[in-house]
């Protein structure tokens, strides 16, 4: 069992800059595999970056947010972080972090495959 709760979310200018935490419970963090989505009013849950359980299985991000947010973790911490910057508008949504063991099924992007889910933070970039 894992448990995770998100933090970090806020309002923010667009062009600025936030930094999503998740923390996990459990002693086996290195063990998952950890994604963070999103889900914005009236649309269905979308993938936003996924990072590998194993140093060799890297990260995903998908295409909206390349070279602008960063998914990390830190397996001493049971922490994965989102760090987001140059934020626009329709970045605007509920940010939820997702956990799975190991590399579970699918891949990185694969929503169905993760089970394990925080509550989700709100994340609001006003023009």
């Known amino acids: 069992q894992v448990q995770l709760v998100e933090s970090g979310g806020g309002l923010v200018q667009a062009g600025g800059s936030l930094r999503l935490s998740c923390a996990a419970s459990g002693r086996t963090f290195s063990s998952y595999t950890m994604g963070w989505f999103r889900q914005a009013p009236g649309k269905e849950r979308e993938f936003v970056a996924g990072i590998s359980w194993w140093p060799g299985g890297g990260t995903d991000y998908t295409d909206s947010v390349k070279g602008r947010f960063t998914i990390s973790r830190d397996n001493a911490k049971n922490t994965m972080y989102l760090q987001m910057n140059s934020l626009k508008r329709e970045d605007t949504a509920v940010y939820y972090c997702?956990?799975?063991?190991?590399?579970?099924?699918?891949?990185?992007?694969?929503?169905?495959?993760?089970?394990?889910w925080g509550q989700g933070t709100q994340v609001t970039v006003s023009s």
């Open positions: 997702a956990a799975k063991y190991k590399s579970g099924s699918g891949g990185l992007r694969t929503i169905e495959a993760y089970d394990y």
